[in-house]
């Protein structure tokens, strides 16, 4: 039996780190083994930039113990002009832009790159329908992630505004 470690939802502010018992042949192709003396422990290669800084411990007490998990660099990892471009988008998305959409209820996330390094995005939470989106879209969010981002050469809204039973502006 050995245990496997990822984060769910890594780089953004749902990311969760996550311990589970792992079965002989329920690791991953991807996953980096560590061999260690009584097990092993499998990391999910997804997640390896995130686990960076990572610690896991067992503080012993009266009840037994507590097993921790710090994984600091889950929610936002490092990030740099030499990370994947995912990585950088999503920080900026999560860093720079998510912020001043959440005061509306908002929120965009990262569905794929393009070949072209054309970024398909997805509005959510109050954006999605909003009246203001378009704005949004052009003046804030490709402004900035093509600003910020020099590899990027576009973004594109893949939301379906039609559900406008959430949005910020009718």
């Known amino acids: 039996m050995g245990v496997r470690v990822f ?4 780089g953004t502010p749902y990311a969760e780190t996550c311990l589970a018992y792992c079965r002989p ?11 260690l003396e009584a097990f092993t422990v ?10 960076e800084d990572a610690v896991v411990d067992f503080n012993p007490d009266r009840m037994g113990g507590q097993l921790t998990i710090k994984a ?6 490092k990030v740099n002009k030499d990370s994947p471009l995912a990585d ?15 005061a509306h209820g908002g929120e965009i996330k990262l569905i794929e790159i393009t070949e072209e390094k054309v970024a398909i995005l997805q509005f959510g939470g109050g954006c999605q329908g909003c009246s ?8 804030g969010v490709e402004k900035t992630l093509l600003e910020k981002i020099p590899e990027l050469t ?10 406008k039973e959430n949005a910020y502006y009718q």
Do not use: C, W
Request: aromatic fraction near 6%; avoid cysteine; charged fraction near 20%.
């Open 88 to 102: 950088q988008i999503n920080y900026v998305l999560y860093a720079d832009i998510n912020p001043g959409l959440a």
């Open 132 to 139: 203001a989106v378009d704005l949004t879209l052009k003046d």
């Open 154 to 163: 576009g973004i594109r809204d893949v939301t379906d505004h039609s559900v």
């Open 42 to 51: 499998y990391l999910d290669a997804n997640s390896l930039p995130f686990l």
């Open 7 to 10: 984060i769910t939802q890594p």
């Open 72 to 77: 600091p660099n889950a929610k936002m990892p």
């Open 25 to 35: 042949g329920e690791e991953e192709a991807k996953d980096h083994p560590l061999v």
